[in-house]
């Protein structure tokens, strides 16, 4: 079953660190990540929706860049208290496991993550004549791409709706069944399929530590966010450890956004047409709203829409205050007209 337009946008890219103010610290130094603000949440309603059993506890921050509507967001649950990445995850298994960013200074970005003390994983590669290189999340433990921008890039440079620099590229998903997943991703909720974009030659698999690895992929896209979807056949993708929860340490999920509730609904109808049920399924009151829901695979997704009136409330806005203001390091060029 098709999605009705409006289209869907990828809004969010959702992380559990272990030290919610060294993330904080670390995306606004190294990158220019402006600070949206946070909140506290706590009880049932939290562990409903997550999927925590009974109750739940947790402290967030959301963070902005460039992009209208979209932002990163940073978790650290206290209840259930978070557990840390598997010593030995990899890149390749099952959930959501990289994400990749575009600025405009790439030796800027890297001199920054230096003094940070954030090692890339691998010396930079070159894409299309434009540098990538990976590094680490020292608190949440995924690959995070940092990409030279440039009109190479798919899906060339990104406008700037704030005077921020940094823009998110892309979120990437392994996945068990390739098939199940482009029936979910594309078909069910609606984002665009781009069967000609390559955001990844096989080479690159070297920049998060799978030199030689045999996968088959696609790609599609939400607003100016590319989603990755990938099936590794070597290594074999690993599913979820025993026992794993959304408030474990690592990369929880994306956001697929909408600006108007019954948009919304309509897309959680869908979903649950094609088996997918919401964790929550009682909404709260009209404009705003959004559920998670979790595929078969154990693979979660957060649905959400909310009016642009709410930008501010939701953490979608640059908070204008003494705090942690973004960073325009680069006075070579301009801020958005």
Known sequence: MRAATPAPKIIQVALCSSALTRSVRLYCEAFGFADAGGRTFW?????????????????????????????????NHTQ?????????????????????LAVPDFDDALARLDRLGVEPMTEPMSCGGLRRVCFRDPEVGVVVEV????????????????????????????????????????????????????????????????????RKSFVARGGDIYLEVVEYEEPVGRPKP??????????????????DRDSLEELIARLAANGHEANHSELPPPPSGGT???????IS????????????????RPQATFGHPGLWPHPGVGPAG
């Open 301 to 316: 997704l957060e649905v959400f829409a909310a009016p642009r009136e709410f930008d501010e409330e939701f953490g979608f």
């Open 80 to 100: 259930p208290r978070q557990r840390p990445i598997p010593d030995d995850w990899r890149a390749s298994d099952h959930g959501w496991v990289r994400w990749g």
């Open 292 to 298: 998670y829901i979790t595929d078969a695979d154990g």
């Open 147 to 214: 990409m030279e921008e440039g009109r190479e890039l798919p899906g060339g440079i990104r406008p700037r709706h704030y005077d921020l620099v940094p823009a998110v590229v892309y979120a990437a998903v392994s996945v068990p069944d390739l098939d199940r997943a482009r029936t979910l991703y594309v078909d069910t909720v609606g984002l665009v399929a781009e069967p000609e974009t390559v955001l990844h030659p096989p080479e690159l698999e070297a920049l998060w530590g799978l030199e030689g690895a045999r």
């Open 242 to 259: 025993p026992g794993y929860r959304l408030s474990d340490q690592g990369f929880m999920n994306i956001a697929i956004g909408l600006r």
């Open 43 to 75: 009880g049932e309603w939290l562990a409903r929706v997550q999927g925590l059993g009974t109750e739940a506890e947790t402290i967030l921050w959301w963070l902005v860049g460039r992009q209208d509507y979209f932002q990163l967001e940073f978790f």
